[in-house]
């Protein structure tokens, strides 16, 4: 039983129920790859797949993790196309929770999302169940500033010597939100470089 787990044991049995994901095991990567006889598989996580072009970006970036040793979940097509219902976000939800808990780990792009101080809402969501299923994070974002040094907006420093925005309030430490950035491995700049963490991790050396 992992870390998360534990605290929340009956909503990570409800989960499973839904989404017809494999218990977890309390080996570092979860139920899938524990001997690692297979190739190790990511799970890719981030915003790209909304844009016009996102089919093609998901290949390219499938491409480049092959070029370094790893598999990837594949991408349903139905997921490059706009869903509004609740029946449908409830069946991409489980989909997708299906794919995490058939990886090794998971590499999320959590960059700034429409020019707020935090990552795309799902990413959040699938990195926190990753963390929770005792998969590997690795984070990537072209800016890696601290939040505080991110702010568009105007901040000062309050009595505790934090900073803290117009509203007086305090700005995460680090680059994301602690809960996102304490179990993850976060690395400046794209996909490949997130790549090259994971290969030192995996591997024993950058690829």
């Keep these: 039983m992992s870390p998360v787990e534990s605290i929340f044991p009956n909503t990570f049995t409800y989960l499973r129920k839904e989404a017809c ?3 977890v095991t309390p080996d ?3 139920p899938r790859n ?18 016009p072009d996102g089919k093609e970006r998901m290949k390219k970036a499938a491409e480049l993790c092959d070029k370094y040793g790893f598999d990837t979940v ?6 490059f196309i706009h869903s509004s219902s609740r029946e449908e976000g409830i069946a991409l939800a489980k989909e997708r929770l299906a794919g995490i ?3 090794d780990l998971i590499i999320a792009d959590t960059r700034d999302f429409r020019d707020l101080l935090e990552p795309y809402g799902e990413t959040s969501m699938e990195l926190g169940y990753a963390w929770g299923m005792g998969k590997k994070l690795y984070c990537y974002m072209k800016d890696a500033r ?12 309050n009595e505790k010597d934090f900073w803290v925005d117009e509203n007086g309030i305090s700005f995460e430490p680090g680059p994301l939100n602690l809960m996102l950035v304490s179990p993850s491995t976060v690395v400046e ?3 490949e470089e997130a790549l090259k963490a994971a290969s030192a991790d995996f591997f024993g050396k950058e690829a």
């Design 34 to 51: 524990t001997v690692m006889k297979q190739r190790p598989v990511i799970y890719l996580s981030g915003p790209d797949r909304l844009l």
């Design 189 to 191: 700049g794209g996909l």
């Design 146 to 157: 601290s939040c505080a040094d991110r702010y568009p907006g105007t901040r000062h420093k």
């Design 101 to 103: 808990a058939s990886c």
């Design 28 to 30: 570092c990567g979860g």
């Design 74 to 79: 594949p991408v349903p097509d139905k997921l």
């Design 21 to 23: 994901v494999p218990p």
